[in-house]
């Protein structure tokens, strides 16, 4: 059985339901109002702003309820610097309760779903290279999961093995702060199956990370 739509009779999609798993997977966040609602915030560095528009454009023409495109500066703790940031959020709503149940714990804070490999679609695999994929030179990928435990990094390696049959190993990252990061590096030829699957749904500006130029 397939993963269920976001809520019965919504008119949320699947595709859009896939690209907020991936943002989710990412850099997006979610978390539960008071009044059992559920907003998802999107936040990048500056850089990458034709890419946060393009997400806000897609998210507007879907019906959500999204808030203005602002800009703050932030540390970044992991790696001892200050970054301008572009963000929005989509506006409090019961339709996102389905996702939040998924990847948020009983006390709010973002995990992943221990069921996940029924929601890595192409679409979502997209997006999520988009937020955490990192060019690697001699060919295959890292993604940047320094924000999840090693246990839920070793979860989103079995998926990735038994969705796409990717060949994945961890791979350490110390940051300024001293602590230690697990990060996920696909192993090129494995990565360069999944590459027609998903190119498509990686953002123009983004496609370095496959190796291609935008078209």
């Keep these: ?22 943002c989710l997977l990412g850099d997006a966040h979610i978390r539960r109002t008071k009044d059992n609602r559920s907003y998802i915030t999107f936040e990048q560095t500056t850089k990458h702003e034709d890419y946060v528009r393009d997400l806000h454009k897609t998210l507007s023409e879907a019906g959500l309820s999204l808030s203005e495109i602002k800009y703050y500066t932030r540390k970044d703790d992991r790696h001892d610097s200050n970054n301008t940031s572009i963000y929005f959020k989509i506006n409090s709503t019961s339709e996102l309760n389905s996702i939040a149940d998924l990847f948020l714990s009983e006390d709010n804070q973002k995990i992943v779903p221990l069921e996940i490999e029924n929601y890595l679609s192409p679409i979502a695999m997209g997006k999520w290279i988009c937020d955490d994929g990192q060019l690697v030179k001699n060919g295959g990928i890292t993604l940047c999961t320094d924000n999840y435990e090693l246990e839920e990094v070793e979860l989103l390696i079995s998926a990735l093995s038994n969705k796409y049959g990717l060949r994945c190993t961890i791979h350490f990252k110390k940051g300024k702060n001293g602590n230690i990061y697990h990060r996920i590096y696909i192993s090129k ?27």
């Excluded at 498509?200 to 291609?212: A, E, N, Q, R």
């Design 1 to 22: 059985m397939g993963p269920p739509s976001l809520r019965n009779g919504g008119s949320l999609n699947n595709n859009i339901r896939d690209l907020l798993i991936g």
């Design 189 to 215: 030829n494995t990565f360069n199956l999944l590459k027609p699957l998903i190119v498509d749904h990686v953002h123009p500006s983004f496609l370095y990370k496959l190796h291609m130029s935008p078209r």
